[in-house]
């Protein structure tokens, strides 16, 4: 069985520019939720959609957006891009709410 | 609000000893309880879940969690590490009354074990 993929790997931006995340999860998982990761303020989460619908957001800029196609993939947009954008982004996702979550590799996202 | 504490930003144990990673919570309710392992540069690596029964969990690579309710931890363990054990590890939680997935993590212990 796959797991959840995430592309791209790395990416560099320049500020002011905009950015698009992609992550395909596990097969049947109809849930995924995103979540950046930095050094100074460690895993925080993003939001979380469930069969194309928003289910829950963290507390991000609306700089941040998302969204879910009906096979479950998902997507996440970063516009104006800031240096503190810069950060890996992981993209998870699970079968219930009792489940694990599974994570992907993750995007590694900077700006210069 | 719930939140996840890990005291320990750094825990160093020699190989062939057993190791302890604390984690303690303040959640509404009983919640889902989770330890996962970071790689560098990789994602997240699901270790062990408690959810309900016994209070002591196994999960992969030899480890093991001890859930605590009256004390809110959730210890991860393992009775003798290895040099392959150097990760950073995550205690997570979710809220059980809720139909949401969002799980709240600790900051994070970075384990190191030496030869």
């Known amino acids: 069985k796959a797991g959840v993929t995430q592309t791209p790997r790395y990416l560099i931006k320049t500020r002011g520019q905009q950015v698009t995340l992609s992550c395909s999860p596990i097969s049947g998982h109809r849930s995924v939720s995103w979540y950046q990761q930095t050094p100074g303020q460690g895993l925080q989460f993003l939001f979380e959609?469930?069969?194309?619908?928003?289910?829950n957001k963290g507390n991000f800029p609306g700089r941040f957006s998302g969204r879910q196609f009906s096979n479950s993939r998902s997507e996440m947009n970063v516009s104006t891009l800031e240096l503190g954008d810069s950060a890996l982004y992981l993209c998870a996702s699970m079968q219930t709410q009792g489940s694990e979550a599974f994570f992907g590799q993750g995007t590694r996202l900077t700006v210069v | 609000a719930q939140s996840v504490a890990q005291p320990e930003d750094q825990v160093n144990v020699a190989e062939g000893n057993p190791l302890t990673v604390k984690c303690t919570y303040s959640?509404?309710?009983?919640?889902?309880l989770f330890w996962y392992v970071q790689y560098p540069n990789r994602g997240l690596q699901f270790l062990l879940k408690?959810?309900?029964?016994?209070?002591l969990v196994k999960g992969s690579y030899g480890f093991e969690a001890e859930f605590n309710k009256s004390q809110t931890s959730f210890h991860l363990k393992k009775p003798s590490a290895l040099v392959s054990d150097s990760a950073l590890y995550f205690c997570a939680v979710r809220d059980r009354g809720s139909t949401l997935g969002r799980l709240y993590f600790g900051r994070g212990t970075q384990l190191t074990v030496w030869p």
């Open positions: 959609y469930f069969s194309e619908t928003q289910r």
């Open positions: 959640v509404s309710g009983n919640p889902y």
């Open positions: 408690y959810i309900t029964g016994d209070n």
